[in-house]
């Protein structure tokens, strides 16, 4: 293999992924009042379980998750997964319990991670990077799903880290507009309207690479957003242009959304696909 492809290869897929689930999700307050907005379910599973599977998926498993809010609920749900999410036998008087179908249970490595109720994100990033091993991790947040080829992207971002000294990789998304769109006519009559579209734009969609280098962009007391445009200013950050389905959860009916599809069209579900 020629040198120049040798070194644009992907590191080991063991690398860590950061996720973000310390924040507090105030727009989706039906749901977060007493739980953390990554625990809030879709299909009967936190959206933080669909996220990690996501990854794990394309062979990712490592995972930092940065709690905050009402993190214990996270851990109390990972520390009884297995009775959550299999068939189990209990002897009650052992005081033993044995999953009764072990090759279905999910090869998570997890490391839980207390960073503050109200820290912002990239002190978040901060308080975690004593946890994240090699040069390269992943990152994303704890409120969104996705088809993109994470393999992709990690790809890519080692293409460009070595083509233009670039720090970083994130997932370009097309948002949907918040409100319709109208187009007139040159007598200013409505000829469509177009109720909350696509845009053309791209956004940020987390399902991010970065390099320990990034860290120097982060600073106390800001967001990960603050630090992507000044390393962007930079000329660090690289965008991957995903094109395929992506969807969060900021509100009860981005809620109700994922959970029409989860029943009838689950793009996200990329680890079982019939």
Not at 46 to 72: D, E, Q, V
Not at 143 to 150: A, E, I, K
Not at 216 to 227: L, P
Request: aromatic share 12%.
């Amino acid at each position: 293999m020629p040198a120049h492809l040798m070194n644009t290869q992907p590191e080991s897929q063991s690398m860590p992924v950061v996720i973000m689930c310390g924040g507090k999700g105030t727009r989706l307050r039906e749901e977060t009042e007493f739980k953390p907005k990554p625990m809030v379910e879709i299909g009967g599973y936190p959206i933080l379980w669909h996220i990690m599977k996501i990854y794990a998926h394309h062979g990712y498993t490592n995972f930092i998750l940065c709690l905050g809010y009402r993190g214990s609920a996270i851990k109390e749900y990972f520390l009884n997964h297995q009775l959550y999410t299999q068939d189990f036998h209990m002897d009650l008087s052992k005081n033993t319990h044995t999953v009764l179908h072990p090759d279905g249970i999910d090869e998570f490595s997890i490391t839980f991670a207390e960073t503050g109720e109200d820290t912002l994100t990239a002190e978040r990033l901060m308080k975690v990077q004593k946890y994240i091993n090699g040069d390269t991790f992943m990152l994303t947040y704890g409120d969104g799903v996705s088809d993109v080829d994470l393999q992709a992207v990690h790809a890519y971002h080692e293409q460009q880290k070595f083509a233009h000294k670039t720090i970083g990789t994130i997932t370009g998304i097309h948002p949907k507009s918040k409100y319709g769109l109208v187009e007139t006519n040159e007598n200013g009559i409505i000829t469509n309207f177009q109720e909350k579209p696509q845009l053309h734009d791209y956004t940020n969609g987390g399902f991010m690479v970065l390099t320990k280098d990034f860290l120097s962009y982060c600073k106390e007391g800001e967001m990960v957003e603050q630090a992507l445009t000044q390393a962007s200013q930079d000329g660090k950050i690289a965008l991957y242009a995903h094109e395929g389905f992506w969807h969060c959860m900021d509100t009860y009916k981005d809620k109700e959304d994922l959970e029409h599809l989860w029943q009838h069209s689950p793009h996200w579900k990329v680890w079982n696909k019939s």
